[in-house]
């Protein structure tokens, strides 16, 4: 399966999304989610493009980005490695194993590990409470993640075969 | 002869392994010549036995669970498909489990029933009656229908669903919107997405009923990004709705009109709050807007709009269909019908428990729950989100009831029950909640955004024994500035968490209280 996400920047192919979703009322957030869905990341040529087809100035745009924590302006690892930090994983050791990732992957929240297999970032639920500590990578959530899982996990992300473009 | 079964595919079933599971049981009855019909249900959220595996007999449906991939070669040998067999993991009737049926279960009837995906299923469990029933009724006795029900606003703060819509239908324009408010930003909560993920068409028939019921010709589900799989659910059961003439133009030949369209929120909690949603719809950063004006008279785009909660919503096609009086008549005092609770956190047996208003906390976490799942003593409950209130051993036996839950300064909130055990620092949960509030806060107003921040130094002081007890009473008066001075409940309630903690779980705080002078030497 191709990783969604990941594809070069292409300046016509984030105008087309743009053109296809510009006219829907409250266009904003679905065109930067499609963006970002496409290209992993809101590149600044981006902004630049959103800006000038909804009338808005480049700090409008940047002022929207930076307000919701889904979106990121830099290009993550292949993979993003979300820890739910909340309550009702607190409450079933979501705090040890958010010690254990960041010593394994030696990087803290919002940072990717050298080798730019993963990107860790912290989730405030994801509606898995019953069966915690829970992760999520891409689509697919994890339940119950000890140390040990998330080990094998990582693994499994780093052992997987790379999509040549 | 073909056997029929059902594999779960919700989100908690999937990520317990169910999709490996069902691939597998394909594999094996192939391999052994066994004519299986694999049907996908949504989940029963008996969370403890998932996966789930469900048997169709005349008797009725057999369960074994949890199934794991290790577990088939066994089922398999014991001829599972046939029901009542012999086996460590037979479950007898599913219906029969005393967790489900010492529910009510009105909304969540159908969950892990049917398959969420077919309409023809939906139909035949009772769906689209409401929605039949309300094309032949004008709005006013809709909405009266609403009213009577006694239902209340099921996000957090319980305002009577039937008032909201009456001022919205009286609110004159050329534009009405219904909102559904899908962000189920609450740690500990998941019914929301229960109803998207394992009975789409319930939200949306609900939708399309308060649509009909103040003269909305547009629909929104405002979804967390953090739910890709009811994205994907939600968004096949409206293209099916269209195609079958229950969203669009000319609805079932009524000549009335309603469209339904899903946008993703991006991550940030404060869009659960109304006005914060309606500008993020809007396109905008999510700062709340102070009211009034309310959304019922300026919402969004400028228009009267409804902001409903999915489980308000989700509880309209019952009404429409059974009457509002089946629904007033479960439940306690001003607290009509059922509310879904979630039990979560260290618990033995997790899960959706739907039951009418009245029970004790004390019966849900134990009679339900079980206790803690790694069996040490339970300690701390935080109820309604991590804005609401830790509750001690003391106030357990508080009855779930909207008012009595006020009395002993706690809310019911959306349902969630989230259990600690007697491990838990409740200095740490309270430093967590104002770092919370600082992560999520909007920035609109100071107590909230520098309130909160600084409730996370003082903490921090406290917890590391600098002037224990002046501290203390700073950080109250810190809680106090919050609840009096902020504009919505996010800085208005951060400090009951944080209240609670100190008021009932006191002497946490104080651990490092001895170190006080070598930490302040380190200084
Ligand atoms: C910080 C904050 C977060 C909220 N989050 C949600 C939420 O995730 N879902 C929800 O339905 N209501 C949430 N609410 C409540 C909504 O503001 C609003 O009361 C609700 O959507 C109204 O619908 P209801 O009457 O059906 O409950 C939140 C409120 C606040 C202050
Ligand atoms: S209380 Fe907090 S979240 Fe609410 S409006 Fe003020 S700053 Fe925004
Ligand atoms: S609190 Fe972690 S999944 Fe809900």
Redesign the pocket.
């Known amino acids: 399966m191709t990783m969604p996400g990941s594809a070069a920047w292409e300046p016509t192919a984030a105008q087309a999304i743009i053109d296809q979703l510009k006219s829907k009322p409250g266009a904003l957030l679905p065109i930067l989610h499609a963006i970002q869905d496409r290209f992993s990341y809101i590149p600044e040529e981006a902004v630049a493009l959103i800006a000038s087809a909804l009338k808005l100035t480049r700090a409008e745009v940047h002022g929207v980005i930076s307000f919701y924590h889904h979106f990121r302006t830099h290009q993550p690892g292949r993979h993003v490695v979300e820890i739910c930090r909340a309550e009702a994983c607190q409450a079933q050791g979501a705090r040890a194993l958010e010690a254990h990732a960041k010593a394994a992957l030696g990087v803290d929240y919002h940072q990717t590990t050298a080798d730019r297999t993963v990107t860790l970032e912290p989730v405030y639920c994801l509606g898995n409470c019953a069966c915690g500590p829970s992760v999520r990578v891409g689509d697919d959530i994890h339940a119950r993640v000890d140390a040990q899982a998330f080990d094998e996990l990582v693994e499994s992300l780093k052992t997987e075969r790379v999509e040549v473009r | 002869m073909t056997y029929r079964i059902h594999v779960p595919s919700d989100t908690t079933a999937k990520s317990l392994g169910a999709d490996r599971i069902a691939r597998t049981v394909e594999q094996l009855a192939k391999e052994q010549g066994v004519d299986l019909e694999i049907r996908r249900n949504g989940t029963r959220a008996l969370y403890w036995l998932e996966p789930l595996i469900e048997v169709d007999t005349a008797e009725g449906r057999y369960g074994f669970g949890p199934v794991k991939e290790s577990d088939l070669d066994s089922l398999f040998a014991a001829e599972f498909w046939k029901g009542a067999v012999e086996h460590p993991l037979a479950l007898g009737l599913v219906e029969e489990i005393p967790y489900l049926k010492r529910q009510e279960r009105l909304t969540f009837a159908r969950a892990g029933v049917t398959d969420p995906l077919s309409l023809e299923d939906y139909k035949a469990h009772d769906g689209y009656k409401g929605l039949e029933n309300a094309l032949a009724l004008s709005p006013q006795v809709i909405v009266d229908m609403v009213k009577e029900s006694g239902l209340r606003g099921r996000g957090g703060a319980a305002f009577p669903t039937g008032i909201k819509w009456q001022t919205v239908l009286n609110a004159p324009a050329d534009q009405k919107y219904i909102v559904c408010n899908a962000d189920e930003g609450d740690s500990g909560t998941f019914a929301d997405r229960l109803v998207m993920e394992c009975d789409p068409f319930m939200l949306i028939e609900g939708m399309t009923i308060a649509g009909l019921a103040v003269g909305a010709t547009q629909g929104y589900i405002y979804l967390r990004s953090e739910y890709p799989l009811a994205q994907k659910n939600l968004n096949a059961a409206i293209e099916t709705a269209y195609a079958n003439n229950l969203l669009g133009e000319n609805i079932q030949g009524s000549g009335r009109h309603f469209d339904l369209e899903v946008r993703l929120g991006a991550g940030a909690y404060?869009c659960g709050?109304e006005t914060?949603l309606l500008e993020s719809l809007e396109g905008k950063r999510g700062?709340?807007r102070a009211k009034p004006p309310l959304p019922a008279i300026v919402g969004l785009f400028g228009k009267p709009t409804v902001v409903n909660n999915v489980l308000s919503l989700a509880a309209v096609p019952f009404i429409l269909d059974q009457g509002a009086k089946a629904y007033a008549d479960c439940g306690m005092g001003r607290s009509r019908g059922t509310l879904p609770f979630q039990l979560a956190g260290n618990v033995k047996q997790g899960g959706l428990v739907e039951l009418a208003f009245g029970p004790s906390l004390r019966e849900l976490m134990f009679e339900f729950g079980g206790g803690t799942r790694n069996g040490r003593a339970l300690r701390a409950v935080q109820v309604g989100g991590p804005l609401g209130a830790y509750l001690p051993e003391s106030q357990w036996d508080t009855p779930l009831d909207y008012e009595e839950f006020a009395k002993v300064g706690a809310v019911l909130g959306h349902g969630g029950v989230v259990m600690f055990d007697d491990t838990v620092d409740m200095g740490e949960q309270a430093r967590f909640s104002m770092e919370f509030?600082v992560a999520?806060?909007?920035?609109?107003?100071t107590?909230?955004?520098i309130g909160s921040t600084r409730g996370v130094e003082v903490i921090d002081r406290i917890r590391a024994g600098e002037n224990v007890e002046a501290n203390l009473e700073l950080l109250s008066d810190l809680c106090e500035t919050m609840v009096d001075g902020?504009?919505?409940?996010?800085?208005?309630m951060t400090p009951f968490p944080v209240q609670s903690a100190m008021k009932h779980f006191g002497e946490d705080f104080v651990k490092n209280a001895s170190n006080a002078p070598a930490l302040a030497e380190e200084v």
């Open positions: 404060i709050e914060s700062l709340v509030c999520e806060s909007c920035g609109k107003c107590p909230c955004r902020s504009l919505c409940a996010m800085g208005g």
